[in-house]
């Protein structure tokens, strides 16, 4: 019994110990543990200051909620306390902002090392039309002494300092900044792709570190295809930043309709506070938190409404077979993902945002199975695709995902676009440019300005002698012509032929990205093939992408179109738009090319 009692004792100490309590006043909530404090604004509903323990340094200069470049703002007319027990505090602001009702919640457990952070917006059939690009959670950190930003394993920087960055120069696009180093920072360097993404944020040269970390992005517009804003700095601040919504790489605008009853829920995701020692230990402990994270998802702590809890999962065996032969090709990296089919009211997966969007991957093998968890019940459509592989496979029925149960789809097998072996191809199909010259090092303003010096006679690239990692461009840009306008040029890729292919060979594009340009083909001289022109411009020229809206093209030329010996094939693209000042940041990167030929 006196054992009993003593084990009872202790449990009630560490319970007291380890508690999250609550306070407040006129102005604000306080929520504290035994690890952080946030304090949160009454009047707004914005955090006004976030501390770890043991340690008083301020983390925050201030931070905002706000829709479409700040020009709406969430500014909390009521707020109300969900929970406040010895190990869950919970607390709830309401706004109506752009026609839709905004409820932002905060939670701190017990064990939280920070606070979570949710946004639903809710839109009823009897609210007007609205129409939103940008929903997001600024948090504005003191960029002295977190100075060191960090979004992906490769990267992290530390940043220059106010006093260099005051009065810069303002370059083009207008969002780059020549800081009195002489150095050009553009914050859209440090976006992020939704695909693999679950932390960023920045850190002091100690380690004391604040964190998003994102346990699933199934909320985000645009899910796997998706590509945004993440972290930069402006003098005294260091801005992280969650985009909820966001359309900087052609995701595009959000548009509720009178009639129209919708809502969703982004999040919670954690703003984690950690000190590690040094950025590099501090990144590796964040990214060690966000595997524990994911492993909650779904939280069972969440009771805000329209958060799903019961969930299904969808498995299977992923096979791509080539035509040719009928083996099956060897995955790597594949990537499958669940979807709403394309209809009137659905756009394309890039550009969708009525629903949740689910993925996975890093599959790779020859029929790898997959398995995506925690599924939303509903209806998807099922799309895949792999590096080494050309295409985007699309199942051709609807999948149904019930809660509680696998919907087991057995071996789904996909069959690659082939018309005959393979001539000559140039990239790797993987759905970016990076292994093109520059595409390593792509996050980085200017390089189109590189261009003109670095290809003066544009690109021709002399199949079986020339390396695309030095000799092909990562973007096929427009250059100053002699009056003083940009336009395109073409590009040539010669190859040689021992003799004509014997039925229709067609070039292959796969194209990674576009901004405002067009494509046409020709072959030795000859006529142009039809141009396609209605890319959707998905930005990443101007903002510092290497992968953007992929397309699979097909030209296709008839057997005398060849000659025996040496051939030329012309890329002609062509401006359609961009900016009328600076560069004028129009382009086409392409992600692999290749010519199949029959009969050689």
């Known amino acids: ?24 006043n006129n102005n604000s909530y306080t929520l504290k543990n035994n690890y952080a404090t946030v304090v949160i604004s009454k009047k707004d509903g914005y955090i006004t200051s976030l501390k770890i323990a043991g340690d008083n340094q301020e983390f925050l200069n201030r931070s905002y909620i706000d829709a479409n470049g700040s020009k709406a703002g969430f500014h909390a007319k009521r707020s109300t306390i969900i929970k406040n027990t010895n190990d869950h505090v919970e607390i709830a602001f309401t706004d109506n902002v752009l026609n839709m009702d905004w409820e932002v919640r905060y939670t701190m457990l017990n064990d939280t090392k920070g606070i979570y952070f949710s946004l639903k917006l809710d839109h009823k059939s009897n609210y007007p039309d609205t129409q939103f690009s940008e929903i997001r959670l600024i948090l504005r950190l003191k960029s002295n002494p977190f100075s060191w930003l960090q979004v992906e394993d490769d990267v992290g920087r530390y940043l220059p300092t106010a006093e260099q960055q005051k009065n810069c120069q303002v370059m083009g696009p207008k969002e780059a900044c020549k800081v009195k180093t002489g150095e050009v920072i553009h914050k859209y360097d440090w976006s992020i792709d939704a695909l693999k993404h679950d932390v960023h944020g920045f850190t002091t040269k100690n380690g004391l570190g604040c964190w998003f970390v994102t346990p699933s992005m199934e909320w985000k517009n645009g899910g796997a295809y998706n590509r945004d804003l993440a972290c930069h700095q402006g003098e005294n601040d260091s801005l992280q930043i969650m985009y909820m919504a966001g359309s900087h790489y052609g995701a595009g605008d959000e548009y509720p309709k009178r009639g129209e009853n919708w809502s969703k829920v982004y999040g919670p995701y954690l703003i984690y506070l950690n000190k590690a020692g040094s950025p590099q230990a501090s990144w590796r ?9 994911k492993a909650k998802w779904p939280y069972s702590f969440v009771s805000q409404s329209g958060y799903v809890k019961q969930r299904g999962s969808v498995s299977g065996k992923l096979t791509i077979r080539n035509p040719l032969n009928n083996s099956a090709f060897r995955l790597e990296d594949a990537v499958v993902t669940l979807v709403q089919p394309e209809s009137n009211r659905e756009s394309i997966p890039n550009q969708q945002w009525r629903h949740y969007s689910f993925w996975t991957h890093s599959i790779s093998g020859i029929s790898p199975n997959f398995s995506i968890n925690n599924v939303i019940p509903g209806t998807y459509q099922l799309r895949a695709w792999s590096k080494g592989v050309v295409g985007e496979f699309i199942l051709n029925k609807t999948i149904t995902v019930t809660a509680g149960r696998t919907t087991n789809l057995g071996e789904t097998v996909f069959t690659k676009k082939r018309v005959g072996p393979i001539a000559w191809e ?17 996050n980085q303003w200017g390089l ?14 002399y199949i079986g002698k020339s390396n695309y990692a030095r000799d092909w461009n990562y973007c096929h840009v427009s250059v100053p012509g ?3 306008k940009y336009q395109s040029i073409p590009w040539n890729i010669y190859f040689n032929l021992r003799k004509k292919p014997t039925g229709t060979s067609v070039l292959r594009v796969s194209v990674a990205a576009n901004s405002s340009t067009a494509l046409s083909v020709s072959i030795n001289g000859g006529k142009n093939t039809a141009e396609v022109a209605d890319f959707k411009d998905d930005a990443c020229v101007r903002r510092d992408g290497i992968r953007g809206f992929y397309r699979e093209l097909e030209f296709k030329f008839g ?20 900016y009328t000042n600076n560069y004028q940041f129009d382009g086409i990167m392409y992600d692999h090319i290749r010519l199949e030929t029959p009969g050689l």
């Not at 019994?1 to 407040?24: D, H, N, P, Y």
């Not at 010996?565 to 359609?576: M, V």
């Open 1 to 24: 019994m006196k054992v009993l009692i003593f084990g009872i004792l202790i449990s009630f100490l560490i319970s007291i110990v380890s508690a999250v309590s609550l306070t407040q």
């Open 285 to 293: 402990d964040a990214k060690a938190v966000a595997k524990v994270e």
């Open 426 to 442: 140039i990239g790797i199909p993987d759905r970016t440019a990076k292994e093109f010259k520059h595409g390593d090092h792509f």
């Open 448 to 461: 189109p300005y590189k261009f003109p010096k670095e290809f003066p006679n544009g690109v021709n690239y």
């Open 482 to 484: 002699r009056d003083g």
């Open 559 to 578: 057997p005398n179109d060849f000659k025996v010996g040496e051939n030329k094939i012309t890329l002609h693209a062509r401006k359609t738009g961009g």
